[in-house]
């Protein structure tokens, strides 16, 4: 009985198809290519799994079904003698592990055999005829079975030798490798078609594409392509040459004929060393001067290779181990919208779960309502979505050919999703905002910045605790925070007694953190940990902040006038300001320490002194405050280490005491000059 697709699959697989043979016309046709070669590895497997799974999905023309493309018309297409096969590739080193697991069951005999790691060079793939030694063909891969006679432009390519160095040269001889521009080349060649106003080349791999195919080899010659060989046959006898056994002696042979190897190859009796190999180029191909995009492993022993053969597509023998794309497709389910803790609106996509980069990534930023518009986003697009080193993943584009039809446009919501207060968009601005202050959305964000690590470091209560005070309708503010009790705490779910008793511990311990931190816990626009830093030295206490023009503030060293002029807004609103005045009842550090000259330095500094009897107009608390202002130090009673006794009237058994050892006496005056002439200016 015929198998019954369901419609979505057939759907699918038809529009992959199509998406595929356009690229695929697009890269081996036009030199054109429109999309990232690990996109359309990607959606070919997506093919092919779909087509696996179900058979009656495979037509004639699938891209599945053949080996390459057509070649273009402006060369002579010519059949290859041995037709060049691609690689089946593999993702990560478990996928390298099915392969060898696969070639083993083909040959029960051998257990494990050495293989040969080498650099897959991101180029074009080359055909090379020697006859009796001379070069005398020169053809692109095209299709696999027949390419492009570029003969006069591969003479152009220094590396490659127009005779070989053998005598007597074996009859005949081929010779593959990979063609390719060098990475400064690269650079140079786009630098001066962009001066001729030419559009440039998207990559390495294109413009030595673009390169080959030219009609003028004069053009070619300039381009300065380079080759490196991997692949030597001798179908007609070998010559002057002893018969190659492995691909190591392969290598060695091309060599001794006068051509290129790539030297970064190496024999790996384990697959923990092809593993290493892999990681270690991962890494270390940033440095290389030309591209790589993975590494291709092929078993040693040529007679094994022969044993295994070939499918319809690959060679058994060998495969490619790539590199981790940076750029997949998926497929956008949905788009929803996050409102930070300053009320902006940021688009989230949310998209079905993709590999990249060794990471699963279902979530990719979209920035803006800008960005939504300029990449026409629907609802089921399929999308290229791309995380490059450590940012965030984001969409770089849509295949449009993919939207399902009547896809639903995404758009900015009008209204906040989450307090539904209506959202805004300044003029001059790209952000849309919740302008609601009592937004759940802005006050949860409020309170986790409130209690992390720079800010107050309320250790434990994090987003979780959060946003169940915040759902139990416990808190709306940070300043309810220090009101609350553990009897507060006690129904909130998973919690327990000592837990509750921590958090309100740590609640009120926060207390005592620096009004540096309490400033940058409020979560003012513009004012990050650095600049809390910088306001709070000059401005030590909130009531001078509080009190300030935006001229005061911007006179702080390192403060510009964008930064003051929002902390000035801040303060001005009365919701800021009744907040301020329940965390200074709650007993949180509004206030530093007035600025202070470091105490070693202070005029006083290391001078002891003793006050005796009743001075005549300040108290012994003002005296007090005044020596230790100057860094000055009471004690109670004299020893010879006494600096100064302050003499006052009705003076007792401690000036008796000063005037036996013998220390320097001061009347009230005297310590008011000491204290005034040592102060700094
Ligand atoms: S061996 C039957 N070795 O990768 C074996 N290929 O995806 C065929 N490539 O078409 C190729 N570096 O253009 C081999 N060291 C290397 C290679 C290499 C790059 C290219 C080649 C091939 C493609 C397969």
Request: aromatic share 6%.
């Amino acid at each position: 009985m015929a198998e019954t697709v369901p419609e979505n699959l057939r759907q699918r697989a038809k529009e992959l198809r199509s998406q595929l043979q356009k690229a695929s016309y697009a890269y081996h046709v036009l030199d054109a290519p429109d999309l990232p070669d690990e996109v359309y590895d990607r959606l070919y497997r997506e093919l092919q799994d779909l087509e696996e799974q179900h058979p009656a999905l495979v037509t004639p023309d699938s891209p599945t079904q053949r080996v390459g493309e057509q070649p273009a018309s402006q060369f002579t297409a010519l059949e290859h003698n041995i037709p060049l096969y691609s690689l089946e590739n593999a993702f990560d080193i478990d996928e390298y592990r099915q392969w060898e697991t696969r070639w083993q069951r083909q040959t029960p005999d051998i257990e494990s055999a050495p293989v040969v790691a080498e650099l897959k060079i991101d180029g074009n793939a080359l055909a090379l005829t020697y006859e009796n030694g001379l070069l005398t063909r020169g053809v692109t891969r095209g299709d696999g079975i027949s390419g492009e006679d570029i003969t006069p432009n591969v003479r152009t390519i220094r590396s490659i030798p127009l005779r070989l160095q053998i005598e007597p040269p074996p009859p005949r001889v081929e010779v593959r490798g990979e063609a390719f521009i060098p990475n400064d080349v690269f650079k140079r060649i786009n630098a001066e078609r962009q001066a001729k106003e030419e559009a440039p080349f998207a990559n390495p791999r294109n413009a030595a594409a673009g390169t080959l195919r030219q009609l003028d080899s004069k053009v070619v010659a300039q381009r300065r392509l380079d080759f490196f060989a991997y692949t030597l046959l001798l179908p007609e006898g070998t010559g002057g040459l002893s018969s190659p056994q492995t691909q190591e002696d392969s290598l060695k042979t091309l060599q001794t004929l006068g051509f290129k190897v790539n030297p970064n190859c190496q024999l790996c009796p384990k697959t923990e060393d092809v593993a290493q190999f892999y990681n270690y180029w991962d890494q270390a191909r940033t440095q290389l001067p030309y591209l790589t995009d993975g590494v291709v492993v092929k078993l040693n022993d040529l007679a094994l290779q022969e044993r295994l053969g070939f499918t319809q597509k690959f060679p058994r023998w060998a495969i490619a181990l790539k590199y981790p794309a940076e750029e997949a497709p998926t497929i956008l389910r949905d788009m929803t919208v996050q409102i930070g803790r300053t009320g902006a609106v940021t688009p989230v996509a949310e998209l079905a779960p993709v590999q990249l980069a060794g990471t699963t990534v279902s979530r990719a930023t979209l920035h803006n309502a800008d960005r939504i518009a300029e990449l026409n986003l629907h609802k089921g697009d399929t999308v290229i979505v791309r995380k490059a080193g450590e940012i965030i993943p984001e969409i770089v584009r849509v295949l449009t050919d993919l939207r399902p039809q009547g896809a639903e446009p995404c758009q900015l919501p009008t209204h906040c999703p989450e307090c539904g207060a209506a959202l805004v968009r300044p003029a001059d601005e790209a952000v849309t905002r919740c302008i609601n202050p009592t937004c759940p959305a802005i006050v949860r964000g409020d309170l986790i910045h409130w209690t992390s690590r720079q800010a107050l470091d309320i250790g434990g209560l994090g987003e979780k605790w959060v946003q169940q005070l915040l759902a139990q309708r416990l808190v709306s503010s940070v300043a309810d925070l220090y009101d609350l009790t553990v009897e507060d705490l006690l129904p909130l779910e998973r919690m327990g007694q000592q837990l509750a008793q921590k958090l309100i511990d740590a609640i009120q311990a926060s207390k005592s953190q620096p009004w540096s931190r309490v400033l940058f816990g409020l979560g003012i626009r513009h004012v990050g940990v650095v600049n809390a830093q910088l306001l709070t030295q000059e401005f030590y206490t909130a009531d001078r902040l509080a009190a300030a023009e935006p001229k005061d503030i911007e006179a702080v060293y390192g403060i510009g006038p964008e930064i003051a002029y929002s902390v000035h807004e801040w303060f001005q609103a009365s919701a800021n300001q009744r907040l301020i005045e329940r965390l200074n009842i709650a007993g949180v550090q509004l206030a530093g320490a007035p600025p202070v000259v470091a105490s070693t330095e202070l005029p006083m500094a290391n001078k002891t002194f003793v006050l005796t009897g009743t001075l005549p107009t300040l108290s012994r608390r003002e005296a007090k405050a005044k020596i230790e202002a100057s860094g000055g130090k009471v004690t109670g009673s004299v020893s010879a280490k006494t600096s100064y006794v302050v003499v006052g009237i009705d003076a007792g058994s401690k000036l008796a005491k000063a005037e036996k050892l013998g220390i320097q006496q001061l009347s009230e005056e005297e310590l008011l000059a000491l204290l005034e002439e040592t102060a700094s200016p």
